[in-house]
């Protein structure tokens, strides 16, 4: 497996590099302290080929849960995303169903119906969207 630097891996993946810090913070990648004594930082192990991060995938609309967590603690409701707008910043910014507002996304591996949104889970059921949790 091939290591390069979170930088590097910026480039390659075509992602800002606080989405690498963010895919390395949420396990969608992995990452080590650089082994190089003369190096500091992180190194980030490539992933496959095609390999592209959940939000990514989101914005090209591929299977993707819209069940997400509005905060970084993983903390009260996940959020139905009903779309996500790249920001200035190049960062993703997510429209939840319910309205509510936060400043980023953080993926929901573990999904059961007690941790949803209820004001989403209404909206859904509103406008006929199917949920499979
Ligand atoms: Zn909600």
Redesign the pocket.
């Known amino acids: 497996m091939e290591l390069v630097s979170i930088q590097e891996a910026s480039r390659r993946l075509h992602l800002a590099t606080s989405e690498i810090r963010q895919c390395i913070h949420n396990g969608e990648l992995t990452a080590y302290r650089n082994p190089d004594p003369n190096e500091r930082g992180w190194v980030v192990e490539m992933p496959e080929k095609g390999w592209v991060s959940s939000a990514v995938a989101a914005e090209m609309g591929r299977t993707f849960i819209p069940w997400w967590w509005a905060n970084a603690e993983r903390t009260g409701?996940v959020?139905?995303v009903e779309a996500l707008f790249a920001s200035s910043f190049e960062e993703m910014i997510p429209q939840?169903?319910?309205g509510?507002e936060s400043a980023n996304i953080w993926t929901a591996t573990s999904l059961s119906p007690e941790v949803l949104?209820p004001?989403?889970v209404s909206e859904a059921e509103a406008r006929g969207i199917e949920i499979n949790v």
């Open positions: 409701s959020h139905y939840f169903l319910c509510f949104c004001d989403c």
